[in-house]
């Protein structure tokens, strides 16, 4: 009975251990980044434009700078991330960005915007209000992201009367 149990438990021992795949291994990333960071409207609530002509506002990270018709091609092939709703009533953005096959590690994100929908059509009724700058001439500034890695301190100042110059016409 005892080499009977002592056999089966070395029979199980050798099953988890020839078949351990690293699954919980600590070390391992996750298959993801986070950018966010805090968002202020020059301003304050006054500026704001009539709530009607606010459809969307959405925080927007490109890997380039977009141009005409590149926005909906970046956005449909997973060069562009986005926060998953809108940020009209919020302070603070969170953007979770996959590692997927085929994204660059690094990754560099080279405009990150606020980007407010205006009128009803959905592919071209946007404008820039807000985008992460170097400077008060609205350079953009590139933020490079790891697998794992999260930066909460991309701040990102809206400006609805003085907007940035907007990268697409």
């Avoid at 560099?108 to 008060?136: K, M, T």
């Avoid at 890695?149 to 016409?169: A, G, H, M, S, Y």
Wanted: hydrophobic share 40%; proline share 9%.
């Amino acid at each position: 009975m005892r080499l009977r149990g002592k056999l089966l438990l070395g029979c199980v021992l050798a099953l988890l251990l020839g078949h351990c795949d690293g699954g919980l291994d600590p070390t391992a990333l996750p298959p993801t980044a986070e950018l966010g960071g805090r968002l202020t409207v020059r301003g304050g609530r006054e500026s704001y434009p009539p709530r009607d002509s606010i459809l969307d506002l959405r925080v927007v990270a490109f890997r380039t700078i977009p141009r005409d018709s590149s926005i909906i091609a970046a956005v449909l092939s997973g060069q562009a991330y986005f926060t998953p709703t809108s940020i009209l009533d919020s302070t603070q953005y969170a953007i979770s960005i996959p590692f997927t096959e085929g994204t660059p590690e690094p990754l560099r994100l080279e405009y990150i915007a606020v980007a407010q929908q205006y009128g009803p059509n959905v592919f071209r009724d946007w404008r820039v209000v807000g985008l992460y700058a170097s400077d008060s001439l609205w350079t953009p500034k590139a933020v490079v992201l790891r697998r794992g890695e999260r930066r909460l301190d991309v701040d990102i100042t809206i400006d609805f009367r003085n907007p940035p110059p907007q990268p697409f016409r």
